[in-house]
């Protein structure tokens, strides 16, 4: 059973950084896709990065490209998320997402691939 938890979470003002992370359990293989969505009050859920883990394929929304990084530590089995330049709208619960296989190479927001979920961690961004 595949077990994720979200932390780093944080109120952080616009122009600022945090750095999220997601700790994994239970990942037996690195062919896993290993994601990063939000959602906030009132809107859909989005992805906002994705790593395919076996070949460390990153993929970024367009909203968040060239300002957040997605890395993972194999070793310890954590994936961070660094968010750079904060502004308002990147606000969100946060959450990570594992899917076996490496269909998000090709669908990485594609939300029914992603077996397993985190509780969520908040980010709140001030003007």
């Known amino acids: 059973q595949v077990q994720l938890m979200e932390s780093g979470g944080g109120s952080v003002e616009a122009g600022g950084s945090l750095r999220l992370s997601c700790a994994a359990s239970?990942?037996?293989?690195?062919?896993?896709?290993m994601a990063w969505f939000r959602q906030s009050p009132g809107k859909e859920r989005e992805g906002v990065a994705v790593?395919?883990?076996?070949?460390?394929?990153?993929t970024y929304a367009a909203s968040v490209k060239g300002r957040f990084s997605v890395s993972q530590d194999s070793a310890t089995s954590t994936m961070y998320l660094q968010m750079n330049t904060l502004k308002p709208e990147d606000g969100a619960m946060y959450y990570c997402a594992q899917a076996p296989g490496g269909a998000c190479a090709l669908h990485p927001w594609s939300e029914a691939q992603y077996k397993y979920w985190g509780q969520g961690t908040q980010v709140t961004v001030s003007s």
């Open positions: 790593v395919y883990a076996g070949v460390d394929l990153k």
């Open positions: 239970g990942v037996s293989s690195r062919w896993t896709c």
